[in-house]
């Protein structure tokens, strides 16, 4: 461990009294803070050269993030349990036997979910809840099914206090799955996210229109191409976090990103940029990303006592701002295409994901065995602090294109090289409640091609959708107004509304 | 073979089934006072009024066949519709003549996000070869077809056209002769005798009316016609949208009427409904 100065000791200090003093945390919120300042103070990783000035720096020039993961990873930064095994098993750790009813089995979930630690310190999987209920679902009428359902989701919403939390539901028409959807239509809650595994000819449309009219009503689920994803990461895959792809019984080490809008702004011109800029960030980025894994599994301990160790975990790295990327190098070469909406700049921004994906397969960590020793690509949807940043490769909000289709156009060229995740969101107009089959429509025409995830929800809808995770108008308003709020994603959407604009995407 | 083309909506959830792409043909050959894209009525005259007026210079003046013409240059036309609010003949320069190819060429680009097309107006029907024609290509692609039409085309007559067409939406603007005639200023017997053709094939997708509080009985008019096709519900199920009045749109003479309140669109749903008719859409 390295020593540090007494000045940043008493630097932390302070702002961990401000922390505590704070009126718009809750406690669980303070207690969270506190201990990410207390990692702060950790020096233990073996940093390579160069890192400092491409991570602590100010915004504007910071070219790699690490996403608040601390000095001293803990645990891995998303642990996807195997829920199945749970089910089927117990746990002696827990002291709970398999459900027999359905009673036992919502009881056991709710409580195992209080011992899944994650970087927001909240389970950031929930589990394939139609797979794991259905079996029990029948064990009473169905509305009292519905009622149990219902006051589980609730449950999760209140005390899962991040909407970084996921549960999957799909391809296949379950009765779970159909009272699951039902009830996320009423309840209209941010927590849990929810996406559906979809594939037409396994997928029967009027699952898929129940989900659409869901979405319309609370946001959720999205729709996940499960014939691209399953080809990829194989039938064991889940959607977790905010649109992260990852294996059943695994997750993730950790998740940096390459802040690709001001890499650029390093660079002379787009052959300096591809030469020796984005080479030398992307070189410095995957070496600290060793040095976090190799602490993880090496040092810290988590993989040997915690109870929910196993084997086959996974990791991934991460990428955003590649509109703002193209346009700084445009711009520096005098030319006026826009990112989205010239052929040329998206040619760009095609050649530079080619390069990225390229180092990525070079590049071999030795603990990636589930995924051949490779880190995952993730088009990472941006965190409230980002200004001028777009998320992974979306076009910037107030840039889109005037009609969807060109829209979808856009995405088809970039989806392909994100199975750790990627997505675009559109809000769709009202008259669209009367025809949900348009929304279908979309979705399937999007997975024919290489599309891999999409979400909807109503311009007029209270939940919204942020730029992976759900919050609440209704919560951000109270935030604003210097109110406290139960959930700490609400934090993050205040600033995606100031800082993201999110709030002004174009309806559909 | 050409159409004048107004518009083209590469996605749209308001014209039929799912998502579709939707072509607008200019012209129209009855005149409903409350039309709400009065712009679409008829071709353009020429008497160049707006050219001068369009604030992108996206309009000229040129001349062929000894007729003076609108040319219009869609790159730099900036749609602020400054010419369609000018015109004083029900017309819009932002006209382009298209073969059935090239249209079809703008409609594929949205293939596979789309599973149909449908072509309106306008009357559409006013352009029966080229319907037939381009809907032909669709049908080579998978996609479905559907016609928007006020009904004065005799179906019958139009074999070809209707061999290519899955599908019609139909208004019935009013059901007794009198009320039709003071809405639109024609007759509806080609209208109904329409409904109950298509109807009997199972091309009748769905009919519709505009409601105008005070212009027209609506009551009688969804009871009948609901009534009138209850016996080919069986054939194929046919939807009935109730459309409400709102101003917009409209031409300033004819923009007075009230919009109906929901109470009046529910109860004509009820109405409907009684008659037969299972699939209701208000909007």
């Known amino acids: 461990m390295r020593e540090i100065t007494m000045e940043r000791v008493n630097e932390t200090r302070q702002e961990i009294l401000d922390i505590i003093k704070s009126p718009i945390l809750t406690h669980e919120q303070k207690v969270a803070n506190m201990a990410g300042k207390a990692d702060s103070l950790m020096e233990v990783l073996d940093l390579p050269e160069g890192l400092d000035q491409l991570l602590n720096v100010p915004g504007d020039v910071k070219c790699i993030c690490d996403l608040a993961e601390g000095h001293a990873p803990v645990r891995p930064r998303y642990i996807i349990p195997d829920y199945f095994k749970f089910m089927r098993e117990g746990s002696k750790f827990l002291q709970l036997d398999p459900p027999k009813d359905l009673y036992e089995a919502l009881n056991s979930l709710l409580i195992f979910y209080k011992h899944v630690p994650s970087v927001t310190n909240f389970p950031v999987y929930v589990g394939a809840l139609d797979e794991l209920l259905e079996p029990f679902i029948n064990d009473v009428e169905e509305a009292q099914a519905k009622k149990l359902l219902k006051l589980f989701m609730q449950h999760i919403d209140r005390t899962v206090l991040d909407s970084f939390s996921h549960a999957n539901i799909g391809p296949k028409a379950t009765k779970a799955g159909r009272l699951l959807l039902e009830v996320e239509r009423e309840l209209e809650q941010a927590v849990p996210n929810l996406t559906m595994k979809y594939e037409e000819g396994v997928t029967p449309d009027d699952f898929a229109l129940l989900a659409v009219d869901t979405a319309l009503h609370s946001a959720k689920p999205s729709f996940a191409n499960h014939k691209m994803f399953r080809r990829e990461l194989g039938e064991n895959y889940v959607i977790a976090s905010c649109y992260n792809g990852l294996l059943l019984g695994g997750g993730s080490y950790t998740l940096c990103r390459l802040i690709l809008g001001n890499i650029a702004k390093r660079a002379k011109d787009i052959k300096d940029f591809k030469e020796n800029q984005l080479p030398y960030v992307m070189d410095i980025m995957a070496r600290y990303m060793d040095a976090r894994i190799k602490f993880e599994v090496e040092e810290s301990g988590f993989f040997e006592n915690n109870f929910l160790a196993k084997e086959g975990f996974i990791h991934k790295d991460g990428m955003v701002g590649m509109a703002e990327c193209v346009n700084i190098l445009f711009e520096k070469e005098g030319r006026s295409g826009r990112y989205g909406l010239d052929q040329e700049a998206t040619g760009l921004g095609v050649e530079i994901m080619e390069q990225i994906n390229a180092f990525n397969q070079n590049h071999v960590n030795p603990y990636c065995q589930a995924t051949g020793g490779h880190f995952l690509l993730h088009a990472q949807v941006g965190i409230a602090e980002d200004e001028n940043i777009s998320p992974g490769t979306r076009i910037p909000i107030g840039e889109e294109p005037e009609e969807l289709i060109e829209h979808l156009l856009q995405c088809d060229k970039f989806h392909k090289y994100f199975p750790s995740g990627t997505g675009d969101i559109f809000p769709i107009d009202t008259t669209v409640h009367k025809n949900p089959e348009f929304v279908l429509d979309i979705v399937k025409g999007s997975f024919k091609k290489d599309l891999r995830y999409l979400s909807f929800y109503s311009k007029d809808s209270d939940v919204i959708r942020i730029t992976g995770y759900l919050v609440k108008r209704s919560e951000i308003e109270k935030l604003r107004a210097g109110e406290n709020v139960l959930q700490d994603t609400t934090h993050l959407g205040l600033g995606a509304a100031l800082n993201g604009h999110i709030l002004e995407r174009k309806v559909r | ?283």
């Open chain 2, 1 to 283: 073979m050409k159409a004048p083309v107004n518009k083209i909506i590469p996605f749209s959830a308001v014209d039929g089934p799912g998502n579709r792409t939707s072509v607008f043909l200019q012209g129209c050959n009855i005149n409903c006072l409350y039309c709400h894209n009065p712009e679409t009525r008829k071709v353009c005259i020429g008497c160049g009024d707006c050219v001068e007026a369009c604030p992108a210079g996206a309009l000229s003046m040129w001349e062929a066949d000894g007729k003076k013409r609108v040319l219009y240059d869609p790159l730099k036309c900036v749609s602020c519709d400054t010419c369609i609010h000018l015109c004083t003949h029900d017309a819009s320069p932002r006209i382009v003549y298209m073969t059935p190819e090239e249209v079809f060429e703008k409609i594929a680009r949205q293939i596979p996000f789309i599973r149909g097309v449908t072509l309106s107006g306008g009357e559409c029907t006013l352009y029966p070869e080229f319907l037939t024609e381009l809907f032909s290509i669709c049908k080579t692609r998978g996609l479905d077809t559907m016609l928007d039409s006020n009904g004065t085309l005799d179906f019958k007559e139009h074999p070809d056209l209707l061999e290519v067409t899955d599908g019609v939406m139909l208004d019935i603007k009013a059901f007794s002769q009198e009320d039709h005639k003071k809405v639109t200023g024609g007759e509806n017997q080609k209208i109904l005798e329409n409904a109950r053709y298509l109807a009997s094939l199972g091309k009748l997708f769905e009919v519709r009316t505009v409601v105008v509080p005070g212009l027209f009985d609506p009551e009688f008019t969804i009871k009948e016609a609901s009534a009138m096709l209850k016996p080919f519900q069986q054939v194929k199920r046919i939807q009935y949208k109730i459309i409400a009045y709102r101003p917009m749109g409209v031409r300033a003479e004819y923009a007075g009427f009230p919009v109906p309140d929901e109470a009046l669109l529910n109860h004509l749903a009820e109405i409907a409904r009684t008659e037969g008719m299972e699939k209701i859409v208000i909007i």
